[in-house]
T-cell receptor, first 114, second 116 residues
Framework: GESVGLHLPTLSVQEGDNSIINCAYS??????FIWYKQESGKGPQFIID?????DKRQGQRVTVLLNKTVKHLSLQIAATQPGDSAVYFC?????????????FGRGTSLIVHP | DAGVTQSPTHLIKTRGQQVTLRCSPK?????VSWYQQALGQGPQFIFQ???????QRGNFPDRFSGHQFPNYSSELNVNALLLGDSALYLC???????????????FGSGTQLSVL
């Protein structure tokens, strides 16, 4: 659940369950969104993206949902595996000066119990 | 095909010192961005380099500066280090070429900087 200070929001699930990680973004002008996965000791790794003209996009075992009305993103992971344990970040993007500069959220720690 | 590489992996400095971090982008990428990630936080954008020039900058003081070389590699310099500069510094590369998904960043594993 939610927590304050330095502690990341944490989601604990059992192996095989479905996981849903939520994210609220701040800028209504953002038009491109990315989910990243960051494992311990590594940099963030691209998982899936979605543009603002879509409300759903599916990948392999992952689905991203976008609700622009309430500025909310979610990442659904099907049949969660221990290897999915990591911190997940959503990033909102808005084009500035010809390039996209993602703004990262705080992250959610996913813990998968075998 | 090598991904984004950063050096060193770990670094310990004392307050007031200066540090230089290095990054080689993924093959085929020409744009390098630097991020600071404090413990328990998401990466915060420092600046982006393209064509050897700083193209965008986040909310970081002038103590943070950078450089991009003709081979697209990049350096991040931090002067007058403060305790609060202790963080993981991430380099990310992307491509500006037409038709590429230049919004997708590929990150290195970062340099863990500790300021004592």
């Amino acid at each position: 659940g939610e927590s304050v200070g330095l502690h990341l929001p944490t989601l604990s699930v059992q192996e095989g369950d479905n996981s849903i990680i939520n994210c609220a973004y701040s800028n209504s002008a953002s038009d491109y969104f990315i989910w990243y996965k960051q494992e311990s000791g590594k940099g963030p790794q691209f998982i899936i993206d979605i543009r603002s003209n879509m409300d759903k996009r599916q990948g392999q075992r992952v689905t991203v949902l976008l609700n622009k009305t309430v500025k909310h993103l979610s990442l659904q992971i099907a049949a969660t595996q221990p290897g999915d344990s990591a911190v997940y970040f959503c990033a909102e993007n808005m084009e500035r000066g010809g390039s996209y500069i993602p703004t990262f959220g705080r992250g959610t720690s996913l813990i998968v119990h075998p | 095909d090598a991904g984004v590489t950063q050096s060193p992996t770990h670094l310990i400095k004392t307050r007031g010192q200066q540090v230089t971090l290095r990054c080689s982008p993924k093959s085929g990428h020409d744009t390098v961005s630097w991020y600071q990630q404090a413990l328990g936080q998401g990466p915060q954008f420092i600046f982006q380099y393209y064509e050897e020039e700083e193209r965008q900058r986040g909310n970081f003081p002038d103590r943070f500066s950078g450089h991009q070389f003709p081979n697209y590699s990049s350096e991040l310099n931090v002067n007058a280090l403060l305790l609060g500069d202790s963080a993981l510094y991430l380099c990310a590369s992307s491509s500006s070429r037409r038709g590429s998904t230049n919004e997708k960043l590929f990150f290195g594993s970062g340099t863990q900087l500790s300021v004592l």
